[in-house]
């Protein structure tokens, strides 16, 4: 990873980098409150002196509550005049530090922030501009629901002493089913139970850019209709894609507190799967359309009719009602929908 001035040398700063960690109750971002003084530039993470050359020095406060986030953040800046050219980068261990200091050339207008794990630089060796960067994505192999992956972007504007927040959020969205109730009533098969075998996530985003892109759609998903349990056990936490069920479920709700996992995909779905008076059936849950990137959506459940036999066929109409809130970037009050 190397920065070229426009004559073409490789250059880099020397540098002190500082943290100030604080927490806070609500929100899932990080805000990051930069403000450019003195000059610097640095290049594949390797300290020169250069002092002919106008610079910046950025002073970074970051706010999180998310468990403390990452271990370490990777800071990146580039140039923003159509060619996008890495202008510097540096990783920040967020681990003793009171205060934090990125250092960046004087032409650098956009800044990039990636969580990361302290030491692990060489992934960005091949990076040397912000399309370069764009093509880095996030994976369910490397998420901990604990501490998930963050990323934050934005624009400086110009001047000496300049002011960028800086929302870091996690790509990763929860699904959790707060409780769950099966009441047949009016059916042929009223006064039977929902015997619950499995809880899992269908077409459940495995993979996302975060970066550039706005539509934030999965590059790759798992589960498409039934589980892959090959793949699913395969990861660090397969939990989050797949957990036993509650057993039996009838006409008195019950509390579950389970929570799923996943990169939100259009069709991914919750599929509660069981039997119904030794019948096989599933409840096939759309949730990708209730759900954005880096949202928690929390849902209690109501089973009204048998479910569909095949989890990629949904249920007849009525059979299932969901009260449900999403939170927290984007607050909705309870609302109830029928599939």
């Given at each position: 990873m190397?920065?070229?001035?426009?004559?073409?040398?490789?250059?880099?700063f020397s540098f002190k980098l500082l943290l100030h960690l604080r927490f806070f109750g609500r929100g899932s971002a990080a805000i990051l409150a930069a403000f450019l003084q003195l000059p610097a530039f640095l290049s594949s993470c390797n300290i020169i002196e250069e002092q002919d050359s106008p610079a910046r020095k950025v002073t970074i406060r970051t706010v999180t509550h998310i468990n403390k986030g990452a271990e370490a953040i990777d800071v990146f800046f580039f140039d923003n005049d159509g060619t996008g050219r890495l202008d510097s980068?540096?990783?920040i261990s967020l681990a003793d530090s009171l205060s934090l200091y990125a250092l960046s050339g004087k032409d650098a207008s956009l800044m990039v922030v990636l969580s990361a794990r302290e030491g692990d630089t060489d992934r960005w060796m091949g990076v040397s501009t912000y399309s370069d960067l764009c093509k880095y994505s996030f994976s369910l192999e490397d998420e901990d629901p604990s501490r998930p992956l963050l990323a934050g972007e934005t624009t400086l504007e110009n001047g000496i002493s300049r002011r960028a927040d800086i929302p870091l959020k996690p790509k990763l969205s929860s699904i959790t089913i707060r409780?769950?109730?099966c009441d047949f009533s009016g059916r042929p098969y009223a006064g039977s139970?929902?015997?619950n075998t499995r809880l899992f996530l269908s077409y459940a985003g495995a993979e996302c850019l975060p970066l550039g892109s706005q539509d934030n759609i999965p590059i790759?998903?798992?589960?498409?209709?039934?589980?892959?349990?090959?793949?699913?056990?395969?990861l660090p936490h397969p939990e989050m894609l797949l957990q036993d069920g509650c057993g039996d479920v009838g006409a008195r709700r019950i509390e579950v507190g389970r929570t799923f996992y996943c990169y939100p995909?259009?069709?991914?779905?919750?599929?509660?799967e069981g039997t119904v008076d030794g019948i096989t059936c599933y409840y096939p849950i759309p949730v990708g359309t209730l759900l954005g990137s880096g949202q928690s959506l929390e849902m209690d459940i109501s089973l009204l009719r048998i479910g569909s036999p095949d989890p990629d066929i949904p249920t007849e109409s009525g059979a299932v009602m969901i009260d449900f809130i999403t939170k927290p970037w984007e607050y909705r009050p309870d609302t109830i929908v029928k599939f």
């Open positions: 190397v920065r070229h001035d426009k004559t073409g040398r490789g250059q880099t980068y540096q990783q409780s769950l109730l139970s929902f015997t790759s998903f798992l589960n498409p209709g039934l589980v892959d349990s090959l793949s699913v056990l395969a995909h259009p069709d991914t779905k919750l599929v509660l």
